[in-house]
């Protein structure tokens, strides 16, 4: 992939004007948070790319029989359809691309991140009329078909090969080396869904120093979230520093240590020592 370019300011105001209105809606719709952030990370994905990525989960859940007869026949259908006929699945160099992120690649390349995957299968699953969410087991993103009891789980980063109880315990274990629990099977909510897909973003950056921009795109969307940690804060204000807007970074960088204070003096004291390095760096 072309390393993606920016969308212009203007441009990338009214993403982030919309991301923030659709995340705080009664019903946010995940499908467009995901192409939203796709949108911001690349420029060339315009309103017409917008609306061709929707079109194609709805013409991949036209494609689905109708209304199968359960949560396991559901989950048979979808990756008969979407991983057997029409080959979306993962591989371990997925995770090395930053368009495995991106909802508009992934429909593409049918190749990407395993919660980038689900997001997939949920949403053609969702348009079909399907019992599905998003389940994030520690370390792996899977979707289950089907009410708690009962529910069928199925990896689309496996070309979405229905799990039994004892594939689900493997892959916490193999993640963690921790025990499966019934918690770690609750439906993950789509701001969740949105928030996780932006941290594999933020790690994706963090392992390329010369990518900060990247970093900084996905912290101050996730900072648009209703719900996002405080800490993302102080993350954006070192982004702004190592990115020479030294300014900027030192106001952020004091204003969190007035967050911290209440909590952690000796924390806020040294944010604040940050902020004094930052500004020293403009003479």
Known sequence: MRPPFPPSPERSAELRRRFAEEARSERPDLSTLCLLVGAEADGELDEAGLDTAQIELDRLAGLLPYRPAGPRAWAVALRELLGERMGFHGAPGDYQRLES???????VRRRGLPILLSVVWMEVARRAGAPVCGVALPGHFVV?????????????????????????????????????????????DP??????????????????????????????????LPSHPARLRYERARL?????????????????????????????????GEAFAARAMLN
């Open 191 to 224: 701001l969740d869904v949105v928030l996780r897909i932006l941290n594999n973003v933020r790690a994706w950056a963090a392992a390329r120093p010369e990518r900060s921009d990247v970093a900084l795109w996905a912290v101050e969307l996730s900072l648009l």
């Open 240 to 272: 702004l520093v190592q990115r020479g807007e030294f300014l900027g970074g030192a106001s952020e960088l004091e204003a969190y240590a007035k967050v911290v204070e209440a909590v952690d003096e000796a924390a806020a004291e040294r944010v604040r």
């Open 101 to 107: 992120s991106l909802l508009h690649e992934v429909l």
């Open 144 to 188: 289950g078909f089907g009410p708690d009891e009962g529910r069928v789980l199925a990896d689309p980063f496996d070309g979405g090969r229905v799990l039994s109880g004892t594939d689900a315990e493997l892959l916490v274990a193999g993640a963690t080396g921790a025990q499966l629990d019934a918690a770690m099977l609750r439906p993950a």
